[in-house]
């Protein structure tokens, strides 16, 4: 199975990693020639504003577009995930809108205060979790299901073939979310 990681920017070599050790063809999307049978797409960790620019300069936001359309699977994590959200709480832009979730930027500190800790994630068990400059989920719409919560606010959620993670599982040995967003793409 090919999946798709958006490689403008950001942590990417750690989820091609990270999805080669479950034995997947994943593929550095740079253009939109990369997307080309992939059954389901990852946006990585970064800098969400300057994936963003660079996904628009790539002429790959239309393409991605499509491609949810179609329903191909989509995972976004940390920047990932406020590229999927609907609205973002402190920030006067949206990016993609996929996910009827609204998001705060950031949330769980500055860089220096990342942490790793540990997830009760549904249907998955106890899963450890990087937090670096997180988004919080502050609101979710009603097709939505949270997946993990940490300190009070929704960490994971999904919502129909979206899914999303503030946490970095790319970062950890730990590779069951990737099993479950994998289960989604089957
Ligand atoms: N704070 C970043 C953003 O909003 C995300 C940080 C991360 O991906 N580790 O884009």
Redesign the pocket.
């Given at each position: 199975m090919r999946i798709g990681v958006v490689a403008v920017q950001?942590d990417v070599r750690e989820h091609l990693r990270a999805l080669g050790r479950l034995g997947i063809e994943a593929v550095p999307v740079l253009k939109p020639v990369h997307l080309e049978g992939v059954k389901g797409l990852v946006f990585?960790?970064?800098?969400?504003?300057a994936?963003w620019r660079l996904l628009k300069w790539s002429g790959l936001v239309e393409p991605i577009e499509e491609l949810h359309r179609e329903g191909i699977p989509i995972f976004g994590?940390?920047?990932?995930m406020?590229l999927l959200a609907k609205e973002i709480v402190n920030w006067p832009e949206r990016f993609f809108g996929f996910i009827d979730i609204a998001v705060e930027?950031?949330a769980s500190g500055r860089q220096v205060d990342s942490f790793e800790t540990e997830l009760e994630v549904k249907a998955i068990g106890r899963v450890p979790a990087v937090f670096?400059?997180?988004?919080y989920i502050r609101r979710v719409g009603p097709g939505v299901e949270i997946l993990a919560e940490h300190e009070g606010a929704p960490v994971m959620a999904r919502e129909g073939r979206v899914l999303v993670a503030s946490f970095?599982p790319e970062l950890t040995d730990d590779l069951r979310v990737y099993e479950l967003f994998l289960k989604m793409c089957a």
């Open positions: 950001g990585p960790g970064g800098e969400s504003t994936i994590t940390c920047a990932g406020v930027r950031n670096i400059r997180a988004p970095h």
